[in-house]
């Protein structure tokens, strides 16, 4: 299989709520927000009301949209719209820099290049007015300086 | 007073693979009443019910399942966790009985998901555009599958461990051996690891062959006090232990892609049952995927966590090995109506009866069941015997 991408048409779409409105709200402006405890120090997504941990309200932080494929699957059968246009596809789980994980859709790679520590950035597509999408790419190899 | 024994005392399956004549009601239904003949107890001393469909539009939604089948419990149970609730069921219904809240406690199960998803295509299909609430809404948009969220847990035991889609398939040509043996099984032609490896890849690293089949079909357990056993038909099967762990929910939270709950619920189990991993001579693991039944072998102790692969491959699940596994075909070749915990627990008390004919498991003494539901998140293990000791 050749390189993959996938496009947003038809894809389920987010309920935003009085907590994923404002992760939602940040993906718009390109920016991928994990929580962190004030208190226990937790990081958590997907975003709660309350720390997992030791229950206190937590506050928002912004990762550097960096991560490693910690674990992912090759989606070969699905019949469900819009998603069986772009089988075979990617769905991998990021385990991003800051330390919690992400679930998303790694593009613009060969499926079949997809592997367990792939580094990989992020990547948005706007969804709805309200709601852009992360997807993930291969992190370009550092240009040196030398 | 003498301490009140939990055992199991009556056992019901409805028609299965393929029933177009029943619906999921008639499923429940059907199992109810041969769970009655088997047991020989009369419908009016059940005073406990326990099912686990949840949505109350349902035709067979908890309260609605116990009107129409006459019952008025004292002791109700709706707990609804997929694949293991059944297996939850026994460990609540274990402490009621304990407890003195109730004498008899009938569970039962239908699902009509072969016949719906046959004729009515549109049957589970998603709408696209959907709105999509809660915590669902960060992974929905990835279009993940189910069987994707099991291929994920398998991508990283053989990242770790180095397991093999050919050690996996140990573990379907164990099941489609055993379902050879049932003449109910949905498919029985023996299968051969390069058969497993070579079907079609459904998401990587699962092979078509590494996942169960859909089916119809439904079933009923009687549990009640040793002391009322006594007078009915069958031999009591002791409830030893009986244990449930969490780890997540969805599939995008699992703390261990290659640690399931089980470990913490068989440990709570065994510890209760005062036996060993070494003790058992028959699991009913539940095998939604291979993978789901490695992880549970590695997490419940009866091999190393990584080793599972090696182990499977030892021929220890088969029947005349040291652990016969699924002896009724289990998910991967007999049946799986959704949720199928509770065929774990027929075929386990089966095997302790010494009732189960060409598949029996000779002198088998203790069984152990584990359901898993969820994503490999919400595990329920139960440990039977044929005596308390």
């Given at each position: 299989m050749s390189i993959?991408?996938?496009?947003?048409?038809?894809?389920?779409?987010?309920?935003?709520?009085?907590?994923?409105k404002h992760y939602w709200e940040a993906t718009t402006r390109g920016e991928l927000l994990v929580q962190e405890c004030p208190s226990c120090g937790t990081r958590q997504f997907y975003p709660r009301a309350l720390c997992k941990m030791c229950a206190k309200t937590p506050e928002w932080l912004k990762t550097a949209g960096r991560g490693k494929v910690h674990t992912f699957s090759i989606v070969r059968q699905n019949g469900n719209e819009p998603f069986k246009q772009w089988l075979p596809y990617a769905v991998v789980v990021v385990e991003l820099e800051e330390g919690p994980r992400i679930m998303g859709n790694l593009v613009g790679s060969d499926v079949d290049d997809v592997h367990i520590g792939m580094e990989v950035s992020v990547d948005f597509v706007p969804l709805t007015d309200q709601a852009s999408l992360p997807f993930w790419r291969a992190t370009a190899p550092a240009v040196s300086d030398g | 007073m003498s301490a009140r024994v939990p055992v199991i005392a009556g056992v019901g399956l409805s028609d299965y693979p393929k029933a177009p004549h029943l619906d999921a009601v008639g499923h429940h239904v059907l199992a109810f009443q041969r769970m009655l003949d088997d047991s020989g107890l009369e419908k009016k001393e059940i005073d406990g019910y326990m099912t686990a469909q949840g949505n109350f539009a349902a035709p067979d939604n908890g309260g609605t399942m116990a009107e129409y089948l006459g019952i008025d419990p004292r002791y109700y149970d709706?707990?609804?966790v997929g694949g293991s609730t059944f297996e939850l069921y026994v460990q609540h219904a274990a402490a009621a009985i304990r407890d003195g809240q109730c004498e008899a406690i009938v569970m039962t199960y239908g699902s009509d998901l072969y016949t719906q998803s046959?004729?009515?295509?549109?049957?589970?299909?998603?709408?696209?555009?959907?709105?999509?609430?809660?915590?669902l809404q960060y992974e929905s948009p990835w279009g993940n599958t189910l069987i994707g969220a099991y291929a994920m847990a398998a991508q990283r035991h053989m990242y770790e461990y180095g397991t093999t889609s050919e050690q996996l398939a140990e573990i379907a040509v164990a099941c489609r051996m055993h379902a050879g043996l049932n003449p109910n099984a949905q498919y029985r032609k023996p299968l051969t690891v390069e058969d497993v490896v070579n079907s079609r890849m459904i998401a990587d690293p699962l092979h078509m062959l590494d996942c169960c089949v859909v089916s119809d079909g439904g079933g009923a357990i009687l549990i009640t006090t040793e002391e009322r056993a006594k007078d009915l038909k069958q031999p009591p099967i002791y409830i030893l232990g009986a244990a449930a762990a969490q780890t997540h929910w969805n599939i995008g939270q699992m703390p261990d892609y290659t640690v399931t709950a089980a470990a913490r619920s068989g440990e709570k189990a065994f510890a209760q049952a005062g036996v060993r991993p070494e003790d058992i001579d028959t699991v009913q693991l539940y095998?939604?995927?291979?993978?789901?039944?490695?992880?549970?072998?590695?997490?419940?102790?009866?091999c190393k966590k990584g080793e599972g692969g090696p182990f499977v491959q030892t021929g220890a699940l088969k029947l005349g090995g040291a652990l016969p596994l699924n002896t009724d075909g289990g998910a991967l070749s007999s049946c799986h109506p959704g949720m199928r915990g509770i065929f774990l627990l027929a075929e386990a008390t089966r095997q302790l009866r010494h009732q189960a004919g060409d598949a029996q498991v000779e002198g088998a003494e203790l069984a152990l069941a584990c359901g898993s539901g969820g994503w490999l998140s919400a595990m329920g293990t139960v440990i039977l015997g044929r005596s308390t000791s």
């Open positions: 993959s991408e996938m496009g947003v048409e038809g894809r389920p779409v987010p309920e935003l709520d009085p907590v994923s | 709706g707990t609804a046959g004729t009515n295509p549109s049957f589970g299909a998603k709408q696209p555009g959907e709105v999509v609430p809660g915590a095998d939604s995927f291979t993978i789901t039944a490695l992880l549970m072998l590695e997490d419940l102790g009866f």
